[in-house]
């Protein structure tokens, strides 16, 4: 079966400076990993990804993520956090069962960025 | 492109009654995904469609049921709402390069 962590419910960074959120995975095959921002009262929008290739990926609004394979973990980073980054963020892995792709969300960490 | 889109955004229902949530989608998408949003809960799978006319259970399906009769549409149906129900409701589908889109959301509360 396959799982994801995000071990901080929330993260707090001053506007300007670097950003990291947490995300660790399991899974039995090789992941396909995900971030998704939720603005308050939106639904979620797509960040970034890693299916395969280079481990660092870039996304959206100048976040980037590190896929760690010995670690499992693919951790979100910006080098400079702006208020508007304020969120809920969202790590997901995808899975195949039986054919199947099947998703699986981290339980979500806010981001609250202080100007 | 609406993109997805879910009718209604909000409800209120008293316990008993029934209800059909409504998602559409005009990207041709094949995986489309019902969820629930709960505080401290993050997002869970009620049920899941690979394709037209085909439906799958996920991870908290007990108490919903969906039907996928033409590939843009996907509806979640409430026969009997409980108050454990009071939830935000999430619909999304998949494209090809396996990036979900949502939907905005629909807020139901039952009393």
């Known amino acids: 079966a396959q799982s994801v962590a995000q071990p901080e419910d929330q993260v707090n960074v001053a506007e300007g400076n670097p950003l990291t959120v947490k995300c660790t995975y399991s899974v039995s095959g090789n992941p396909y990993l995900f971030w998704y921002v939720q603005y308050p009262n939106r639904g979620l929008q797509f960040l970034l990804k890693?299916?395969?290739?280079?481990?660092l990926v870039k996304g959206s609004y100048g976040f980037e993520a590190e896929f760690n394979k010995s670690q499992t973990s693919f951790h979100l980073k910006k080098p400079s956090a702006l208020v508007s980054d304020s969120a809920l963020y969202f790590c997901a892995v995808r899975d195949w069962t039986g054919g199947r792709s099947i998703p699986t969300f981290g339980r979500g960490t806010s981001l609250i960025v202080h100007p | 492109n609406a993109g997805v889109t879910q009718t209604p955004k909000f409800r209120v229902l008293k316990t008993g009654q029934s209800m059909t949530l409504l998602c559409a989608q005009d990207m041709n998408h094949e995986y489309m995904y019902w969820y629930r949003q709960d505080p401290g809960m993050g997002l869970r799978l009620i049920h899941y469609?690979?394709?037209?006319?085909?439906?799958a259970k996920g991870e908290v399906p007990d108490g919903y049921n969906v039907s996928r009769l033409k590939k843009q549409n996907f509806l979640l149906g409430l026969e009997s709402a409980a108050p454990s129900q009071t939830s935000v409701y999430f619909c999304?589908?998949?494209?090809?390069?396996?990036?979900?889109?949502f939907g905005p959301g629909t807020r139901l509360t039952v009393t």
């Open positions: 469609s690979v394709g037209e006319g085909t439906t």
């Open positions: 999304a589908s998949t494209t090809q390069s396996y990036e979900q889109y």
């Open positions: 890693y299916i395969t290739g280079d481990n």
